[in-house]
């Protein structure tokens, strides 16, 4: 079980807070000989693969690695471009690695105002008036959770199916956000929060749900 990651969304919409906590990542790496059996192309500063599939490569992941070098957008971490070197038999036999692209900061900011608008419209669609938003969205790999309080913040928490406790996790999360950036007097609301004892006690909050353990005082 383990808990994947966490958004604060302030009331208007916009992204304040982001921590990716556990990121499982299913990557393969292959050698190739020349042509690459793949197709790739560009799409948002990446590589992707656009057609063709096998040991473990699926169509939407992106080139990580070439060689051992990371890969940065559609570089590698010499400089080179990765399609232009791809492309060439001299630098072949090649070793990629292949996997699910890591979503940008502009990407993370997107679905974070996509959720507050889907959560509005939950709330709208309700039969009976006063209803709440989405509080739980269940995939096969996961489930989003999310509390709003009573001013607007969201706490978004995305976590294994199988984990249990992030109902109260939720509202620790709020109680920590409440005594570590709300008593910041340097802290602007609304405004992106930026607190090292925000940090330290929502990483041992997660901690402490993923053990299921109580929550102690101090905690």
């Known amino acids: ?69 990371e890969v940065n957008g559609r570089l590698t971490a010499d400089g080179r ?23 940008s900061s502009n990407e993370k900011l997107m679905l974070a105002s996509m959720f507050h608008s889907l959560f509005a419209i939950g709330s709208q669609l309700s039969p009976e008036p006063g209803s709440s938003g989405i509080e739980m969205l269940e995939t096969d790999t996961f489930k989003l959770h999310c509390y709003q309080t009573l001013t607007g913040i969201k706490f978004v928490v995305l976590a294994d199916p199988r984990q249990t406790g992030i109902d109260s996790l939720l509202r620790k ?3 920590i956000y409440s005594d570590f950036a709300l008593k910041n007097p340097f ?24 053990k299921a353990g109580p929550f102690g005082p101090g905690l």
Do not use: T
Not at 93 to 102: A, D, K, L, Q, Y
Not at 189 to 210: G, N, S, T, W
């Open 81 to 103: 471009d990765v399609l232009d070197f791809l492309g060439d038999a001299a630098n072949f036999p090649v070793s990629v690695r292949f996997g699910r692209p890591r979503l």
């Open 1 to 69: 079980m383990a808990i994947f990651s966490v958004y604060v969304v302030n009331k208007a919409g916009g992204l304040i807070y982001q921590l990716d906590h556990y990121a499982p990542r299913a990557e393969s790496e292959r050698s190739f000989s020349f042509p690459l059996e793949l197709v790739l192309r560009p799409h948002d500063e990446r590589v992707l693969v656009a057609f063709g599939q096998r040991d473990g490569v699926r169509v939407g992941h992106a080139v990580l690695a070439i060689n051992g070098l």
């Open 173 to 175: 999360i709020y109680e």
């Open 187 to 210: 802290y602007s609301l609304e405004m992106p929060i930026r607190c090292e004892l925000f940090d330290q006690h929502l990483k041992l909050a997660l901690e402490v749900a993923e």
